[in-house]
């Protein structure tokens, strides 16, 4: 397997502009989780997905920040308008039940930076 | 609520000597842990999780970590390091059970930097 694809790898936008990143998960995994780090924050957890429908997304940042997962393979996380504190590196990940533990499986990540 | 706290944020060793990265977490329920590596420009890698018995878990790359229930810790050692273990260690907590089960909570961050 080709593992967690994130794409771009590298985003670089204005202030004002939307932005969206893109997630393929491993194959056959039911979990989706998107992770935003920051130097100050460090990784912090957006939202995750079961089974492609949203189970908490109270990690969100606000109403600028959406994300969807219209079928097993692909995730979307979009901000609409961006603005410069929003610069990180945005994370996907994927992982599969087995039992009660989740094994997480990481993107390489997506560096975006606003203008 | 959980949390994780990692006590380094930098840790600078020679090539060769002993490391030990420390990572304390505080939870009302029980967890499972893990540590994962983040070499630059990476994501995160799995290193060694504990999830029941031995509390002395073996990882890849020759890391070992103890679960100290006690203490409520789960530092991260390896006898000797190489170059090639320079990168950013998080140690992370999920709650075993409950409507958050499998939501990990990461530490800060240790950056290992091993010199030569």
């Known amino acids: 397997d080709a593992g967690v694809i994130q794409s771009p790898r590298h985003e670089v936008t204005e202030m004002g502009q939307e932005v969206t990143l893109r997630c393929k998960p491993i194959?056959?995994?039911?979990?989706l989780f998107w992770y935003r780090q920051t130097m100050m924050r460090g990784l912090e957890l957006l939202i995750y997905?079961?089974?492609?429908?949203?189970?908490?997304d109270s990690g969100m940042p606000e109403d600028r920040f959406s994300a969807k997962m219209p079928n097993a393979s692909f995730s979307t996380l979009k901000i609409q308008p961006s603005e410069p504190r929003d610069s990180a590196v945005y994370f996907c990940?994927?992982?599969?039940?087995?039992?009660?533990?989740?094994?997480?499986?990481f993107g390489p990540g997506t560096r975006l930076t606003v203008l | 609520a959980q949390s994780v706290t990692q006590l380094d944020s930098q840790v600078p060793v020679f090539e060769e000597a002993p490391v030990e990265l420390r990572c304390n977490y505080s939870?009302?329920?029980?967890?499972?842990l893990f540590w994962y590596v983040q070499y630059p420009n990476q994501g995160l890698q799995l290193l060694l999780k504990?999830?029941?018995?031995?509390?002395l878990v073996k990882g890849i790359n020759g890391f070992e970590a103890e679960f100290n229930k006690s203490q409520t810790s789960f530092h991260l050692r390896k006898p000797s390091v190489h170059i090639s273990d320079t990168a950013e260690y998080f140690c992370?907590?999920?709650?075993?059970?409950?409507?958050?089960?499998?939501?990990?909570?990461f530490g800060k961050g240790t950056k290992l930097s091993v010199k030569p």
């Open positions: 990940a994927s992982s599969f039940r087995t039992g009660t533990y989740n094994e997480q499986f």
């Open positions: 194959s056959g995994h039911d979990y």
């Open positions: 997905f079961n089974n492609n429908v949203p189970i908490d």
């Open positions: 939870s009302s329920v029980s967890v499972y």
């Open positions: 504990y999830l029941s018995g031995s509390t």
């Open positions: 992370a907590v999920s709650e075993t059970y409950g409507g958050s089960q499998g939501n990990l909570i």
